[in-house]
């Protein structure tokens, strides 16, 4: 099964970062909040379909593009003779459809079939492209518990809480052998997505009026540093001072792209590690150095 994993989107990630060092407008925080139900709910999912486990090739969260038209696909399941297409949706509450429109408590919301045949018929414009004989099927997964849809039709492109693992067990039976082809097809698709464009920095910050200091990653409140670790005297976490610093690094970087990273900039933004000695020590053995003594910054190391 090749799978590419699934990794925080980065707009998520700098609205995290954010959300606990400044007070963000409302509506980057509602935004926030939306991006970080909508990834748990990815995450959900894929730990479903890995724990099937099938013979299946899996990609996830592809930015595609076909005749200029750009489309979003959450998961691509490629099977032997099948394409499932699946878009994860993380609606919580009660929702009713009335003539073929979508609501939730009297607010009409977009068709999420809609979105779904959308990207349903250039997928499939995109493999004949392609040159993929494979058939395309698309669903509509909603994977919160809590979430209930009156008058839904009985349409079987989407699946419920409660069908959901039924589904991928009936999938799993489905004969599956894979070969080259699959595997190109695969790389295609990668290679053809769209890189996003970063998250349009509408919101500006500015570094010093951020909070400093190392931000928990279970319960984003702030750490100290006691000992040789570092501890988040919130709900207990402890991390290794080498690896708070390393990922502190890339949480400047992903803020502050055009700031140097250097060890006093790293210190200054970490708060809680007194030694530059120890700062030094992690950035010189896993970031590349460029320049001499006072100009002297760090970079990422190209990985091969
Ligand atoms: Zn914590």
Not at 180 to 187: F, G, S, V
Not at 208 to 213: I, M, N
Not at 269 to 297: A, E, N, Y
Request: charged share 25%; hydrophobic share 40%; net charge neutral.
């Amino acid at each position: 099964m090749f799978y590419k994993l699934l990794c925080e989107p980065a707009d998520l990630s700098l609205l995290k970062s954010l959300n606990s060092r400044m007070n963000l407008p409302l509506k980057e925080k509602q935004n926030f909040l939306n991006l970080k139900k909508g990834y748990e709910g990815e995450q959900l999912f894929a730990s479903m379909l890995e724990n099937q486990s099938g013979n299946w090739i899996v990609l996830h969260d592809l930015l595609l593009e076909c005749s200029n038209n750009q489309f979003q696909i959450d998961f691509l399941l490629l099977s032997q003779k099948t394409v499932y297409l699946f878009e994860v949706k993380t609606f919580e509450g009660d929702y009713y459809i009335e003539n073929d429109n979508w609501y939730i408590a009297s607010t009409e919301i977009k068709d999420p079939l809609l979105q779904l045949k959308r990207s349903k018929s250039l997928l499939r414009r995109l493999l004949q492209e392609l040159g993929s004989t494979l058939v395309v099927e698309a669903y509509l997964v909603f994977v919160n518990p809590e979430f209930t849809l009156y008058q839904a039709p009985r349409n079987q492109s989407i699946i419920f809480p409660t069908q959901l693992n039924r589904f991928l067990q009936k999938l799993k039976l489905i004969p599956c052998t894979l070969n080259q082809k699959h595997t190109a097809l695969a790389e295609k698709l990668v290679e053809r997505r769209l890189h996003k464009s970063q998250y349009e920095r509408v919101l500006t910050y500015e570094y010093d009026h951020l909070e400093k200091g190392i931000v928990c990653t279970s319960c984003e409140a702030f750490m100290s540093l006691e000992g040789n670790e570092i501890i988040c005297g919130s709900c207990g976490c402890k991390e290794d001072v080498d690896s708070a610093i390393i990922r502190n690094v890339s949480e400047f970087n992903l803020l502050f792209p055009d700031m140097r990273i250097t060890t006093n900039h790293i210190q200054d933004w970490c708060q809680v590690i007194p030694s530059k000695k120890t700062i030094r020590r992690v950035l010189m053995r896993d970031f590349v150095r460029l320049g001499h003594g006072k100009s002297s910054h760090f970079v990422y190391a190209i990985k091969k």
